[in-house]
């Protein structure tokens, strides 16, 4: 109990840390469960936005990473419109997404959703719709990415939401973090965790629609289905995924990476295995809209 209360006051500590940084190629090459997840929500709930697309639109793509999926799976689904702006907060994703899924359609800007978006509105004005796919649980502060959400939103406007309220690779680290090797990097480790991840599904549930109503968003989809991403996935391609993401991976030596690695693989083998149930982890599904008023 004291080890868990001192992890929880170090997170308290770092909860204004920015977003870990990946390697963009490296993300590039294990994000398949980020499309298979994104591209299912997309087929049930785009049908369902009140309003049709059309030439004057502009969409909204917070966290778009490499780019890819903004580009080959969700710009089809939103054409015809005047553009999507796709945003990240790391630069070097958007370098990324710049070089390898440009397209005339969409513009790649750099924003942090949690931070001022002063400037940003300015430049860009409100949109009519906003997508986010694995994204807000990056999120320490939820509540205000979720205002900065609604402030972006046209009046009636809408969102599509989709990111891990409690996820394994989240507690991967959790129990990295637990490791005596690895203390010199627990702050980093527990910086990311999501504010959600160790509540039971009614507190998921109670603690995301505080936050909707909070912003001024009204949800018509509201969805916490148990996570099932990783069925039927072979363990090297899982192992591979939380590589990818971890937020020490680039902190650590070559030595120390040869380690990490092995450590991964046994909780990946924990917390995929028989020994866990399943239904710990769960997903946000949420679309929501913005009054008209």
């Known amino acids: ?31 398949r469960l980020q499309r ?8 049930f709930c785009q049908p369902t936005f009140l309003q049709g697309c059309h030439g004057k639109m502009q969409f909204l793509d917070v966290g778009c990473g490499t780019g890819d999926f903004t580009r080959d799976c969700l710009l089809p689904r939103c054409l015809p419109c005047r553009r999507i702006v796709a945003t ?21 800007q750099q924003l942090d959703i949690s931070a001022d978006i002063t400037d940003f509105l300015r430049r860009n004005g409100q949109f009519h ?7 807000l649980h990056w999120v320490k502060n939820q509540d205000v990415a979720l ?15 989709l990111f891990p309220a409690s996820n394994p690779a989240t507690a991967g680290w959790q129990l990295l973090a637990k490791m005596d090797h690895w203390e010199k990097y627990l702050e980093r480790l ?28 009204l949800p018509s989809i509201f969805a916490i289905p148990r996570m099932a991403t990783f069925d039927g996935w072979r363990e090297e391609d899982i192992i591979g995924l939380h590589m990818s993401i971890v937020p020490i991976n680039q902190l650590v030596s070559d030595d120390e990476r040869k380690q990490l690695r ?6 990946v083998r924990k917390l995929h295995g028989p020994e866990t149930e ?14 008209k008023s």
């Not at 298979?36 to 087929?43: P, Y």
């Not at 719709?129 to 994204?135: L, P, W």
Request: aromatic share 10%; hydrophobic share 35%.
């Open 262 to 267: 092995d450590d991964v693989t046994a909780i």
């Open 190 to 217: 527990l910086a990311y965790i999501a504010p959600s991840q160790d509540m039971d599904k009614q507190e998921q549930i109670d603690y995301m629609c505080s936050l909707l109503k909070d912003a001024g968003l």
């Open 36 to 43: 298979k997840d994104s591209n299912f929500v997309l087929d």
């Open 1 to 31: 109990m004291e080890l868990l209360a001192e992890l929880k006051g170090r997170t308290m500590e770092v909860s204004s840390m920015k977003p870990p940084r990946f390697r963009a190629r490296q993300y590039a090459h294990n994000n």
């Open 129 to 135: 719709r906003i997508y986010s796919f694995y994204c």
């Open 147 to 161: 205002k900065n959400i609604a402030s972006l939103l046209t009046p009636g406007g809408e969102c599509l939401l």
């Open 88 to 108: 990240d907060w790391s630069r070097d994703m958007i370098e990324y997404a710049k070089q390898h899924s440009a397209h005339v359609k969409i513009d790649y």
């Open 278 to 291: 399943p239904s710990r982890f769960r997903m946000y599904i949420i679309k929501a809209s913005k009054s």
